[in-house]
Nanobody, 118 residues
């Protein structure tokens, strides 16, 4: 069992940056792919990025390339999402997820709200 807790969300202005964190419980963090998703009001959950177990490879949704960066620190059981040049359309609840495969996700955090004002 893995429990995930996101933090770092908040209210920012367009053009600002935020770094989200997701801390995992347990001693098997390094056994999981980690991913970030978001869900805006009235929209489906959207995949943003994922990172493999040792952090050596990342994959991004096309729309996120260049502005968002995923990273992880296995010693701290933490995955990060650095978000730059934020836009109002980035407003959403952001979730982290863990999975033993990069295409399916077994565990989810409760989400952290990001609101970008224009």
């Amino acid at each position: 069992q893995v429990q995930l807790v996101e933090s770092g969300g908040g209210l920012v202005q367009a053009g600002d940056s935020l770094r989200l964190s997701c801390v995992a419980s347990g001693r098997t963090f390094s056994s999981y792919y980690m991913g970030w998703f978001r869900q805006a009001p009235g929209k489906e959950r959207e995949f943003l990025a994922r990172i493999i177990m040792n952090g050596g490879s990342t994959y991004y949704a096309d729309a996120m390339k260049g502005r968002f960066t995923i990273s992880r620190d296995n010693a701290k059981n933490t995955v990060y999402l650095q978000m730059n040049s934020l836009k109002p359309e980035d407003t959403a609840v952001y979730y982290c997820a863990a999975g033993r495969r990069g295409s399916s996700w077994e565990y989810w955090g409760q989400g952290t709200q990001v609101t970008v004002s224009s």
